[in-house]
């Protein structure tokens, strides 16, 4: 049966996924980063190496790819900043190029590239219209009507936007570490955040990281790590985490919605809806945090039935790597 890949170039790791018709997933691989802001060579370089592993396992398992056109039916490929850069052609060229010496020969015209936002659509829903949250270090809403037109809110980065995101949620949490420290809040309550804080970045006292951060020795990436600590907290109880929780969920279920009225309201070119809108969510933040899922899932129902219209929020059907799959033509009822 003609084979399938998927593959998921994301911003901290890369996957790829190997699939046919018949026996549906022959073999998976993992590899580094594959965004396109750290350049299409390294972007190209991170993609061949977790499809040579993918290759090398389905053989090892006893299901090889044939070497031989036509072999490889249709190849999906989605890469965080795929969206804004006009790197498509050379990234199926590249992948084209990659795979024929190996053996394995697909024109560039079956090597989809779309963004990793459209991939993570695809897996949450399953290949069908609706909406997607996506909440990393980054936050997201994105999707796709009946009518496939598409529409995006926020995932302007740390800088310009990301509301409710990892980062966003650690870096509340490090100025209400340091307000609380000052007696800058009334809510003195939260007497495990600053020691959560300061444990997270192993230093003695909360004045050490003020030289760390604005000296660049603290990254976008460490301050979105502290989002899970706040987390955990919040699950405990600390009102100031549950602040800080509810906070994001508000800006993350504004940017649904957002989305939701853009391609729903019947107004303009939105599409009426006929039933309740599908909404569902990928990201490693909003997945492991519980007390934030449910928060942003009420605040989305909610301020759905302000707007007049009805989200169903539901958990992701598949990962983002499976949308890639299915955009390259997989069958759901094998994956």
């Keep these: 049966m003609p084979v399938r890949i998927g593959i998921d170039g994301g911003g901290t790791s890369t996957r790829s996924l190997i699939y046919d018709d018949e026996e ?13 802001s750290g350049g299409l060579e390294r972007a ?7 499809l040579e592993q993918a290759l090398t396992k389905a053989a090892e398992h ?6 031989r056109p036509g072999a490889i039916d249709a ?11 006009p790197a498509g052609q050379p990234l199926s060229e590249g992948v084209s190029r990659f795979l024929g010496e190996r053996g394995y020969p697909v024109s560039p015209e079956r090597i989809l590239v779309v963004s990793d936002i459209e991939i993570a659509l695809a897996g949450a829903l399953g290949g069908a219209p609706g909406v997607v949250l996506i909440v990393g270090t980054g936050a997201v809403a994105y999707g796709r009507s009946p009518g496939n037109r598409t529409f995006r809110a926020d995932g302007w980065g740390w800088l310009l936007g990301d509301a ?22 009334e809510d003195k309550t939260s007497s495990g955040l600053v020691a959560a804080v300061t444990a997270h970045f192993q230093v003695s006292a909360l004045s050490q990281l003020v030289p760390m951060v604005y000296e660049g020795r603290i990254k976008v990436s460490d301050i979105a790590a502290l989002s899970p600590v706040v987390a955990e907290l919040a699950a405990a109880g600390d009102p100031v985490c549950l602040a800080i929780l509810d906070e994001a969920a508000e800006a993350l279920a504004q940017s649904v919605l957002a989305v939701v009225s853009r391609l ?6 939105g599409e009426r809806p006929t039933g309740p809108i599908p909404v569902s969510y990928q990201g490693g933040v909003i997945r492991h945090s519980p007390v934030l899922r449910e928060l942003v899932v009420r605040k989305i129902e909610a301020k759905g039935e302000r707007l007049g ?27």
């Design 44 to 50: 190209l370089q991170s993609i061949g190496q977790t």
């Design 75 to 85: 190849v999906c490929l989605g890469i965080s900043g795929a969206a804004s850069l």
């Design 264 to 269: 729903y309201s019947g107004e303009g070119e």
């Design 164 to 185: 409710g995101s990892g980062y966003d949620i650690g870096r509340a949490a490090l100025r209400a570490a340091f307000a609380i420290q000052d007696g800058r809040r």
């Design 309 to 335: 219209v009805r989200c169903r929020v539901k958990p992701p059907a598949y990962e983002p790597v499976v949308g890639a799959l299915l955009l390259a033509g997989a069958s759901p009822e094998k994956l």
């Design 62 to 67: 006893g299901r090889p790819v044939p070497a």
């Design 24 to 36: 549906g997933i022959l073999a998976e691989a993992g590899g580094p980063a594959c965004a396109l």
